[in-house]
């Protein structure tokens, strides 16, 4: 839920109205009902380069080829600087056993259910 909080931060920042229906698919990556192909740019190459960081694959070099191809180097360094980013946060939050404050999962039901959030296996309240 962190995250989320975290894309909210950054659009009030940069004044950027952040729609997350355009974005939203469910667990098995079919859009939602107000998604928006293309709201992304590279959405799915950028998918993939998560999802291999996120899980260590052997896919990972050539994906990483892929997005600076279709890219730049420069968005490819952003890319894996927000999946460290992202992989830290939750690591410091999971071994000191951070819990959220009473409350804040209700905060973020509204981004939890338009981002198919609880449908993943991972979803878990501790």
Request: aromatic residues 4%.
């Amino acid at each position: 839920m962190a995250h989320s909080g975290l894309l909210r931060a950054s659009g009030l920042a940069t004044e950027t109205e952040i729609d997350l229906d355009l974005i939203a698919t469910g667990a098995d990556g079919s859009p939602s009902a107000g998604a928006m192909p293309g709201a992304v740019p590279h959405a799915e190459l950028l998918t993939r380069f998560v999802d291999a960081a996120a899980d260590r694959s052997g896919d990972l070099p050539e994906i990483r080829a892929e997005l600076v191809a279709a890219t730049d180097d420069a968005t490819m360094i952003d890319t894996a600087a927000t999946v460290a980013a992202f992989e830290m946060m939750t690591r410091i939050a999971d071994g000191t056993g951070t819990a959220h404050p009473a409350g804040r999962l209700d905060d973020f039901s509204v981004v939890r259910e338009t981002l198919g959030l609880d449908e993943y296996e991972s979803a878990r309240v501790v």
